[in-house]
């Protein structure tokens, strides 16, 4: 087992200060003896999935990317930024919500909505006590710990936001230069100590789901290029990469491009749309101050029996 992944003990939820009040069980979908959910850094996920793809014999080309896409009878020809060109039965765009095959092939495109929350995360060493995923509920804020190696945890915290834009760094006005600031809706908040501006990630999170079908002609995308969700589940990255599973399974299959990508959709919309919707749900629970936060559990975990059924 790769020494980067961390077994998870089930979520635990706490109020500001509290003990635990409440835990989510996740189905244990791989059997008994493996974890309900992984944590990994994206960086080591990155290499997990980089040697996979060697030893496959993938043909990776890297510090390139789409400048044009043109789909004639059966082909679509491909212009690379550094000139190069191909023609190809079938191309698959997982460039991420800003996505350029999406603005290249698609015309008719809905803008993503800001949900009015935004949140700032950074990796810091593992407290011993930090054997699970913790979530901490104060009014209006939520703040969390996610082991994902032996020795680091992720830390995030989330809160309103005014503005769909990301922040500034800046000088604190309070303990500058023991510690640096962001600035955010015209306040100034402080970064924890001791982590390096460059490494703490502020994000306003946006909600995007295109409408099926997520292709046109041979020219498809999937992961958040087709469905970009809050992390409320903290399942975008697993939706993205059952897009990838299930895609390789039709491709393996003896279908035409057509029927491949119709039950491509029929396998994928709904349950991509779940978490977009149900993310974005969650999000406006967290706004509500009135809704009990037992609420969010219960929500969370109907989701999770469903998203449990087989794709
Ligand atoms: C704050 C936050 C927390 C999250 N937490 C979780 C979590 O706990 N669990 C979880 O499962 N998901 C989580 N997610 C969601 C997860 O990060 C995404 O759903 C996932 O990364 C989507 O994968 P992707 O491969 O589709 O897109 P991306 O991860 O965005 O990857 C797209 C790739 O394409 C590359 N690219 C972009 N444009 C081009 C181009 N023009 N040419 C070539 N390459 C290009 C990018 O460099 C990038 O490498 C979180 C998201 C956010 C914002």
């Known amino acids: 087992m790769c020494q980067c992944r961390v077994r998870l003990r089930p979520?635990?939820?706490?109020?500001?200060?509290g003990p635990p009040f409440s835990s989510l069980n996740l189905p244990r979908l791989a059997g008994p003896d493996y974890p309900a959910t992984v944590a990994i850094a994206r960086s080591a996920l990155h290499d997990v999935?980089?040697?996979?793809a060697e030893e496959l014999g993938a043909s990776i080309t890297l510090g390139t990317t789409v400048a044009s896409l043109n789909e004639t009878s059966g082909?679509?020809?491909?212009?690379f930024s550094d000139g190069e060109r191909g023609a190809y039965d079938f191309v698959v765009g997982c460039d991420g919500f800003h996505s350029t095959v999406r603005k290249l092939a698609f015309s008719d495109v809905p803008e993503a909505s800001f949900t009015g929350l935004a949140v700032w995360r950074a990796t810091m060493p593992r407290h011993r006590d930090v054997d699970s995923?913790?979530?901490f509920y104060g009014p209006n804020t939520k703040a969390g710990v996610n082991p994902h190696s032996a020795t680091r945890c992720s830390c995030f915290w989330s809160s309103r936001s005014a503005t769909a834009t990301g922040c500034r760094r800046t000088r604190c006005t309070c303990c500058w230069p023991s510690s640096f600031g962001f600035q955010r809706d015209g306040d100034v908040a402080c970064a924890p100590m001791g982590e390096r501006p460059a490494k703490v990630d502020y994000r306003p999170m946006n909600s995007f789901l295109l409408p099926s079908p997520w292709h046109r002609g041979r020219v498809a995308v999937i992961g958040d290029a087709a469905h970009t969700t809050t992390p409320h589940l903290a399942t975008g990255a697993g939706i993205a990469i059952e897009d990838a599973v299930v895609l390789a399974?039709?491709?393996a299959a003896d279908l035409s491009v057509a029927e491949l990508l119709e039950q491509f959709m029929a396998r994928r919309f709904d349950r991509c749309r779940l978490v977009v919707e149900t993310a974005v749900k969650l999000g406006e629970m967290e706004k509500d101050t009135t809704i009990p936060i037992q609420?969010?559990?219960?929500?969370?975990?109907?989701?999770?029996?469903?998203?449990?059924?087989?794709?």
């Not at 979520?11 to 200060?17: E, N, P, Q, S, T």
């Not at 999935?49 to 996979?52: D, W």
């Not at 082909?75 to 212009?79: F, K, P």
């Open 249 to 251: 399974e039709l491709l």
């Open 49 to 52: 999935l980089f040697r996979a």
């Open 75 to 79: 082909t679509v020809e491909v212009e």
């Open 11 to 17: 979520y635990r939820l706490r109020r500001r200060g």
């Open 295 to 311: 609420s969010h559990f219960d929500l969370m975990s109907a989701t999770f029996r469903k998203l449990a059924e087989p794709i």
């Open 133 to 135: 995923m913790q979530m």
